[in-house]
Antibody, heavy 121, light 107 residues
Framework: EVQLVESGGGLVQPGRSLRLSCAAS????????MHWVRQAPGKGLECVSG????????GYADSVKGRFTISRDNAKNSLYLQMNSLRAEDTAFYYC??????????????WGQGSLVTVSS | DIQMTQSPSSLSASVGDRVTITCRAS??????LNWYQHKPGKAPKVLIY???SLQSGVPSRFSGSGSGTEFTLTISSLQPEDFATYYC?????????FGQGTKVEIK
């Protein structure tokens, strides 16, 4: 059974840092690209960052570029999101998502349960 | 980033109605467009991938069309379980951006 379990969220002051982790199981982790998606209270889904299977291709939303860093450790079946210089507008549930390929077409087929990050003084 | 714009942001409809949601990309994305259904407390579920391919297990009342910059999701006959928020997503670039969502509510 495919499982994605996020951890590391919590309450943090503006300007501080936090590191999210996503533990993957039930599939061959290094066969898949992975992504971080967030949803702020009452808002829609925002893709924050994505990383290819071998970390060779990485992308960031303009809203987090220069502050957040995505990484993965295929030996540990884990995905990470280092979040620096946090702002109130970064408050959201953060989800990791697996990207599968259906006939060569990418889509997000499994999601974690989410980790809440609250940025407040 | 490629910007994805959905319309409308919300709509009210009755069971049995035909519903159409539009998604526009800020640049051409060929057919690299997916549609998701999202209900509170649950993971988003893929309905349509590659603009018009129905995901396995998804009812045939859902259909997608379009290419380039203009895309459409159609629900031919709205069912009670279809009340949810729908998102388009482009997969043309590494950063897979979503539209802002369309909330489908009961009239």
């Amino acid at each position: 059974e495919v499982q994605l379990v996020e951890s590391g969220g919590g309450l943090v002051q503006p300007g501080r840092s936090l590191r999210l982790s996503c533990a993957a199981s039930g599939f061959t982790f290094d066969d898949y690209a992975m992504h971080w998606v967030r949803q702020a209270p009452g808002k829609g889904l925002e893709c924050v960052s994505g990383i290819s299977w071998n970390s060779g291709t990485i992308g960031y939303a303009d809203s987090v570029k220069g502050r957040f860093t995505i990484s993965r450790d295929n030996a540990k079946n884990s995905l990470y999101l280092q979040m620096n210089s946090l702002r109130a507008e970064d408050t959201a549930f953060y989800y990791c998502a697996r990207e599968a390929s259906y006939g060569g077409e990418p889509l997000f087929d499994y999601w974690g349960q989410g980790s809440l990050v609250t940025v407040s003084s | 980033d490629i910007q994805m714009t959905q319309s409308p942001s919300s709509l009210s409809a009755s069971v049995g109605d035909r519903v159409t949601i539009t998604c526009r990309a800020s640049q051409s994305i060929s057919s690299y467009l997916n549609w998701y259904q999202h209900k509170p407390g649950k993971a988003p579920k893929v309905l349509i991938y590659a603009a018009s391919s129905l995901q396995s297990g998804v009812p045939s009342r859902f259909s997608g069309s379009g290419s380039g910059t203009e895309f459409t999701l159609t629900i031919s006959s709205l069912q009670p379980e279809d009340f949810a928020t729908y998102y388009c997503q482009q997969t043309y670039r590494t950063l897979r951006t979503f539209g802002q969502g369309t909330k489908v509510e009961i009239k």
